[in-house]
Nanobody, 115 residues
Framework: QVQLVESGGDSVQPGGSLRLSCIAF????????MGWFRQAPGKQRKLVAY???????YYVDAVKGRFTISRDSAKNTMYLQMNGLKPEDTAVYYC?????????WGQGTQVTVSS
């Protein structure tokens, strides 16, 4: 069973930047559309962005122009570069396939944006 592990979350001030990583263990997600999701306190988990390849990307309006999704197939790793962070970006961030496979949810990584 493939295991997805997220990392890179931290506490930052508004306007700060973070880069999240998602690594697949015991398998590969090459050639599969992958996404980043987030769940804010008291809210449902929602899609943030997905990537199939460098020419097939999607971002929700709330993060367009601030977040960049990418993947390194050689390292079996997906990234989310987050710039211009806002308090409303505070959430636990998860990676998964897109559409999401419920069997693949990991622990996520906490991002807190606060002054």
């Amino acid at each position: 069973q493939v295991q997805l592990v997220e990392s890179g979350g931290d506490s930052v001030q508004p306007g700060g930047s973070l880069r999240l990583s998602c690594i697949a263990f015991r398998g590969s997600f090459n050639f599969i559309t992958m996404g980043w999701f987030r769940q804010a306190p008291g809210k449902q988990r929602k899609l943030v962005a997905y990537i199939h390849n460098s020419e097939n990307l999607y971002y929700v309006d709330a993060v367009k122009g601030r977040f960049t999704i990418s993947r390194d197939s050689a390292k079996n790793t997906m990234y989310l570069q987050m710039n211009g962070l806002k308090p409303e970006d505070t959430a636990v961030y998860y990676c998964n396939t897109f559409p999401a496979d419920n069997a693949l949810w990991g622990q996520g990584t906490q991002v807190t944006v606060s002054s």
